[in-house]
Every structure is written in C-alpha cells, then in structure tokens.
Nanobody
Framework: QVTLVESGGGLVQAGGSLRLSCAAS????????LAWFRQAPGKEREFVAF??????NYADSVRGRFTISRDNAKNTVYLQMNSLKPVDTAVYYC??????????????????WGQGTQVTVAS
C-alpha cells in the first residue's frame, strides 16, 4: 500500500477549471495503477479516470473535459478538470493499486485511498 494525500479542491463557477493533485509516499510509485473516483452526497462512489502503463481511461461523463496524468519523478497523479458543471460537485478521491487485472473502473480493485478533497461547482 501507499499513502495518498489529495489537494487542489475548492469552489469554482460553472465552466471553470481546477487541477487536483495526489501525492504518494511508500512503495515504488511507477508500479501502481492510479485512479480518481468521486462521491456526491447521497450517491455511491463513482469512477472518474485511471492511468496505467497503456494509457488513460475515463468515465463517459468526464471524457473530453478531464485529463488524468502522472509524474513518476514526483510521485504525483493529477486530474485536470475543465468545463466544470454543477453535477461535478463531489468529494474527489485518488486511489492506487498494484494488482493486475481488468477491473480498474471498480473501487473495490484499489487498496490505497486518499482522504478526499471537496470540489464544488456553482451554477
């Protein structure tokens, strides 16, 4: 497992942008698949994006607006969020796993989680 700490959340107007960061400490960062999930009040945690050796994968609801990236030298994963909408309001969590498989869109596949950062998009 790794320790993950998110930052960069806040309040933004609809149409605006935010960049979330997630700093990792612990084992070899480059070996991990990294993801972002989000959870809105009263809703289940949902997949946003993951990044692995073969590229990136996005939820339909954010594709074309959000970009996930990683800097292995800084042990950090980012989520650039553009054209934000009020429906994007949620607590955003980063997650990491060293497991191999095909369920990277599933929260249960990840064994390390950050504490979450609030993103609020005002209309």
């Amino acid at each position: 497992q790794v320790t993950l700490v998110e930052s960069g959340g806040g309040l933004v107007q609809a149409g605006g942008s935010l960049r979330l960061s997630c700093a990792a400490s612990g084992r070899t960062f480059s070996n991990y698949v990294l993801a972002w999930f989000r959870q809105a009040p009263g809703k289940e945690r949902e997949f946003v994006a993951f990044i692995w050796w073969s590229g990136e994968n996005y939820a339909d609801s954010v594709r074309g607006r959000f970009t996930i990236s990683r800097d292995n030298a800084k042990n950090t994963v980012y989520l650039q969020m553009n054209s934000l909408k009020p429906v994007d309001t949620a607590v955003y969590y980063c997650a990491a796993t060293s497991f191999s498989g095909s369920a990277y869109r599933s929260a249960g596949f990840y064994d390390s989680w950050g504490q979450g950062t609030q993103v609020t998009v005002a209309s």
